[in-house]
């Protein structure tokens, strides 16, 4: 009777350990499912993660970056447009605000651009001010801009300046979210030129000691002549 009891436990044992490197295998292709209370719909048949980020499933992201080994900052191919996407631009675009914080604790980069676009700007945008708020903590840079046609830029306090309602009547709600977002980018951009200019100062400073230093270097002591 023990070894019957053994060889079971043996072989649950080894079940689970099967099961376990299977996931940690597939994972990447999407393949390991979780038991989630919202499934998923992924309507453009993409990878779970990505779908997870574009639906807003905080259940399903959370299991993601919860596996050993897994890089949120990975690319995956856009079932939408067919092209890499970061995953953080997706909940960045739709507002879920939640899953952008998953994200940014998870390790995820916040500059990651797509087609030029950075998250903050098409979180900024798109009248999203948590999702904007959040970046912005996670030290999201506001002086990077969106290009088009070669030669004409968009930065995100401008892409919010431009979609803010023209009058606070037209639509009240909307036009302070848009405020919130413009106020918020205009101290963080203030900030960022604070320091761009402070780095600056200090590399010039130490451009200029450099040659002062090299002649320094070159001198020697006379040798003192025995006479």
């Known amino acids: ?23 940690a295998n597939t994972l990447a292709a999407g393949e390991c499912k979780a038991d989630l209370s919202v499934p998923l719909k992924n309507e453009y048949n ?8 574009r639906e807003g499933n905080v ?11 897994f890089d949120v900052n990975e690319q ?9 996407i970061h995953s953080l631009y997706l909940p960045a675009q739709n507002g879920y605000a939640e899953v952008v914080q998953i994200l940014v604790n998870a390790g995820a ?23 904007v708020q959040i970046l912005l903590n996670a030290g999201a840079n506001p002086l990077i801009t969106w290009r088009w046609l070669l030669c004409f830029t968009k930065s995100p306090l401008s892409a919010a ?14 036009y302070d979210r848009y405020t919130t977002i413009i106020h918020a980018l205009k101290q963080a951009t203030r900030k960022f030129k604070v320091c761009k200019s402070v780095t600056i100062h200090h590399s010039t400073a130490e451009t200029e000691r450099t040659p002062l230093l090299s002649e320094h270097s070159r001198l020697r002591l006379q040798p003192v002549s025995k006479s």
Request: negative net charge.
């Open 1 to 23: 009777m023990l070894r019957i009891y053994q060889s079971q436990r043996f072989l649950y044992a080894s079940f689970f350990l099967l099961t376990l490197g299977f996931c």
């Open 46 to 53: 993409e990878h779970d993660f990505l779908a997870a980020c």
């Open 59 to 69: 259940e399903a992201v959370t299991f993601f970056v919860s596996q050993d080994g």
């Open 76 to 84: 995956f191919i856009s079932g939408a447009s067919g092209s890499p």
């Open 109 to 131: 980069e916040v500059d990651q651009a797509w087609g030029g676009a950075t998250p903050l700007f098409i979180a900024a945008q798109n009248s999203h001010a948590k999702v």
């Open 161 to 174: 300046e431009e979609n803010r309602p023209w009058s606070r009547k037209i639509n009240p709600a909307e």
